[in-house]
């Protein structure tokens, strides 16, 4: 008998509870942001491809070269971005500490964490907005390439219709995410969670947050690094 | 004392993530030392591909830690893990299809399409130059 119950804990697949030991709505998040995975990979996979297609292509140092209260003249590539990145580094640091927070059912530590993570990702909004218009007003948009190509040819518009596609769709994310960020505080400064007795809810949301980061580590590479 | 067991058992805790921040922090600043140092490098050089290899190379590294860490895949069950990673392999075949072909394409429009080859090296006076001298014309107008 003893050997039956020491063994029943050990097989995952025996029935009576989940063989995965998370909880259903974390699982499907899981396999939500595995199809969204896909979603952004084939975004920058068709970029890649269209890349290694062409015969020239812009240099991103000579692009995005400029940042907030510059001259025309700005020169400094990649510094606005890198900042950009840490923004969303940290934004995540602070979710991760809002979901370890939340499993200790600590609910103040929950409230300012989640605040600080909202901040993070509205920065990082505001961060491309700038950028985003920026852009825009050296000429850059859907269908419209002012840049040349880093040997001096013409570029064709691929160049701004991925970025702007790709990192629009990034961005877009990111809001859904502070979204669901401020939906997560509200639901936690009315007790929600505290009658639930667990803070998952905020797992799954922290789980969509680090994705968006994940994602930026790529585009970040793709668009400014490569 | 219960939750501590539990953080325990999840893995991480305070610690962990503190050194996963700095691991990421590193990871970061080491890709934008690269991408400093390949600035002045010339356009498709052998080391500034080596480079950028490297570059792809950190990004996979700051994605494990996200993913591993972060969103805690790396204390799941084995079950789960395998869930998630095996269909990602995919993307080993779609980037190594998908890219060559690109690179394949090229390669047949370079040769077939000779016309379209020579639009592509033609270089493009810069917009702002074209200006500058024709203010220069329209001063020397003036004068």
Redesign the interface.
Known sequence: MSTTTTAVPEK?WSGGKS????EYGK?MM?YFL?SD??TF??FL??Y?????????WP?P?EVFKSYPFAGENANA??VFV?IM??IL??S??T???AV?AG???NKNKVVINLILTILGGAAFLSCQAWEWNHLFHEGAWWGRN?F?N?????STTNFTNFFFTITGFHGFHVFSGVIINIIMLIMTLTDKFEKRGHYLMIEKA??YW??V??VW??VF?CF??? | MEHTADAEHHGGGTKEVIKVTIILSILTVIELALGFAMMGMEQGSGLKLAIKGTIVILMMAKAFYIVGYFMHLKHEVKNLIMTIVVPLLLFVWFITAFLSDGNSFKNLKNTYDPHKKELSTQKVEKKEEVKETKTEEKKKAVE
């Open positions: 995952l063989p995965f030991k998370v699982l899981w595995m995975a896909f990979g084939a996979i068709a890649g491809t269209t890349r290694f297609a062409t015969n020239g240099n140092n590539p990649l890198s990145t840490f580094i940290i995540s640091v979710m991760v500490l370890q499993q200790q059912m002012p040349l880093a040997d001096g040819t013409a922290g789980l680090h994705f980061d994940l580590v790529f590479t400014y690094l490569i």
